[in-house]
């Protein structure tokens, strides 16, 4: 009676674990990290979670989870985007954007075809706030957003 009590205990914190380390991976903290990181790399103030930013994203994740489309809300904040397959984590959506700096050109404030401006949203230099969801959507990828406020990439403008 005792070694399967002890087995059972042992199990639920095999499983409570496993669970804590995957739902970690999805913290807001999470988010800030990779931001805050890039960010601090070109010398850029850091982002402050925002609740009602994060609420905003996801009642958007939410309802992109029937489809999941890469379509943007039109809200009034920033916006990045991105799917995966299976159980894409958050900060692998943020590192997936980060792959864009190479596009862009600091000295003409250039994008190589455009594909720079998730990199330049996460570090554009007056965003000060951020809020991030994720959503699993009915075809079994995962829907990933995170919105900026203010927003970034205002045309003529550079992000630091």
């Known amino acids: 009676m005792r ?5 059972l205990l ?4 095999i499983l409570s674990t496993l669970s804590c380390i995957c739902l970690a991976q999805n913290r807001p903290q999470d988010f800030l990290e990779v931001h ?43 916006e990045n985007i991105a799917e995966g397959y299976g159980d894409m984590k958050g900060s692998d959506a943020v590192k997936f954007w980060l792959t864009e700096k190479p596009n ?9 075809n455009d594909e720079c401006l998730h990199y330049t949203q996460i570090v554009w ?9 994720r959503a699993k959507c009915t075809n079994g990828w995962m829907f990933v957003i995170c919105s900026y406020d203010p927003p970034g990439n205002i045309e003529g403008e550079r992000p630091y």
């Not at 070694?3 to 087995?7: D, I």
């Not at 230099?125 to 969801?133: I, M, N, P, Q, T």
Request: net charge positive; hydrophobic share 25%; charged share 15%.
């Open 125 to 133: 230099r007056d965003s000060r706030h951020l809020g991030c969801a």
């Open 36 to 78: 805050n990181e890039a960010r601090a790399n070109i010398g850029v103030g850091p982002l402050y979670w925002n609740r009602t930013l994060a609420s905003y994203a996801q009642n958007y994740a939410n309802r992109r989870s029937h489809d999941c489309n890469l379509e943007h809300s039109g809200g009034p904040f920033g």
């Open 104 to 112: 862009y050109d600091h000295y003409s404030n250039t994008c190589v």
């Open 3 to 7: 070694s399967s009590n002890l087995n």
């Open 10 to 13: 042992i199990n639920f914190f």
